[in-house]
């Protein structure tokens, strides 16, 4: 015996629509039950996704066939402009959401930057400031040593630092 028959027609749909998510809730346990494995939950979204939408456009194409009593065609037409128009007012929703955020995320910024900066600029000046004071001390000599001194350590540290943060990104490839 056929599970649909003897329901009305709005129970029908209502009953089409249930079964439908019955199959999304039991892709979503499989998901959990495969014990969140980054390639395979990649996959089974990548996968999801698509059959959600799928899912939706057929419980629609329903719902227009069986309560509102549209032929096929009429169906699929009235399913392709009501997601049209939610697809409109989704993007319309989230243009809004998303000035309200940006707006947040500015002003975060603005006052990290007054924060931090100020206090970069203030720490550079008096580092500078030092620096300075202390290379005047120095005679001729001594600040060509410095500055061979601080070469001849510089190049082979450059070297090693290349080496190794080079050797860290080839182990991510």
């Known amino acids: 015996m056929n599970w649909q028959?003897?329901?009305p027609d709005g129970r029908r749909a209502l009953m089409i629509i249930l079964?439908?998510?019955a199959g999304i809730l039991g892709l979503i346990a499989v998901g959990v039950a495969l014990g969140m494995n980054y390639e395979i939950v990649w996959e089974l979204l990548a996968e999801f996704v698509p059959l959600v939408f799928e899912a939706i456009e057929n419980s629609l194409d329903t719902f227009f066939e069986v309560v509102v009593r549209?032929?096929?065609?009429?169906a699929q037409m009235a399913t392709a402009y009501f997601g049209f128009v939610i697809a409109i007012i989704l993007l319309y929703f989230l243009g809004r959401k998303s000035i309200g955020?940006?707006?947040r995320i500015d002003a975060a910024y603005t006052a990290?930057?007054?924060t931090y900066f100020g206090?970069?600029?203030?720490?550079?000046?008096?580092?500078?400031t030092r620096f300075l004071a202390w290379w005047d001390t120095l005679d001729w000599g001594n600040k060509v040593m410095t500055v061979?001194?601080?070469?001849?350590l510089g190049i082979p540290l450059a070297?090693?630092?290349?080496?190794a943060l080079g050797s860290l990104v080839a182990s991510f490839l």
């Open 159 to 163: 070297l090693v630092l290349s080496i």
């Open 19 to 21: 079964k439908h998510s």
């Open 101 to 103: 955020w940006w707006h």
């Open 148 to 152: 061979l001194v601080g070469v001849l």
């Open 119 to 128: 206090a970069w600029n203030d720490w550079s000046l008096v580092q500078k």
């Open 112 to 114: 990290w930057k007054q």
């Open 5 to 7: 028959s003897g329901l």
């Open 70 to 74: 549209l032929n096929p065609a009429f």
